[in-house]
């Protein structure tokens, strides 16, 4: 079985740039959330989803958006992309009550 | 509000036991996890731990909870240089988002 899926898995955007990352779960995963790895810390939460619908935003600013698509699969936007903006973005997706299996990342870079 | 702190920092020599510690703040944690990064790659769930257990085992990994003290550890016997990562706690209520602390990094010795 495929784990969870991410695309691309670098990419490097000028500042005020718009990027959008994807993310496939697992199959049969209703839940899928996103995390910002900044180099040297522990993963922040940004959103959760789950059946389509927001359940949780992290303390991220506007520019930072996502939505859910009916087979589950996520996306990530951020607008007016800004140097502190680089990162490994991290998708999780997770089936009831076990953990949460993460996606290898997409590694971020804005000059 | 809610705060995972963990070391930064453990060496040990292969074939010992490692023993990662984490403390967290939020008393409505519901579920503890123990993750694996590895460089360049992303989060590998090792175990977790429902809040109202004291220990699970898992093979070689040992989880002990001290819900009191809201201390966390993740015991690693017969420590092998591919164990050598940075290994993440992280808490959630009822399953929700993660909440992570910054990671201690092992290094096994040969």
Redesign the interface.
């Known amino acids: 079985d495929a784990g969870v899926t991410q695309s691309p898995t670098h990419l490097i955007k000028t500042r005020g740039q718009h990027v959008t990352l994807r993310c496939s779960p697992i199959s049969g995963h209703k839940s899928v959330s996103w995390y910002q790895q900044v180099l040297g810390q522990g993963p922040q939460f940004i959103f959760q989803y789950y059946e389509k619908e927001e359940r949780g935003r992290g303390n991220f600013p506007d520019r930072f958006s996502a939505r859910q698509f009916p087979n589950y699969s996520s996306e990530l936007n951020v607008n007016a992309l800004l140097l502190g903006d680089s990162a490994l973005y991290l998708c999780a997706s997770r089936h009831d009550r076990d953990g949460y299996t993460f996606g290898s990342g997409t590694r971020l870079t804005v000059v | 509000g809610e705060d ?1 702190e963990q070391s930064l920092f453990l060496s040990v020599r292969e074939g010992d036991s490692s023993v990662i510690n984490c403390t967290y703040t939020d008393s409505s944690s519901t ?1 503890l ?1 123990w ?1 694996k990064q590895e460089p360049g ?5 090792l175990t ?1 731990i429902f809040s109202n257990m004291d220990m699970k085992q898992d093979q070689r990994l040992t989880v002990l909870l001290n819900k009191k003290d809201k201390h966390l550890s993740l015991r690693i016997a017969d420590t092998q240089t591919g164990d050598s990562a940075i290994y ?1 706690c ?1 808490e959630s209520i009822a ?9 201690t990094r092992l290094m096994v010795k040969p």
């Open positions: 995972v579920y996890y993750y790659a992303g989060l590998q769930l977790y993440f992280a399953g929700n988002m993660l909440t992570f602390g910054g990671g």
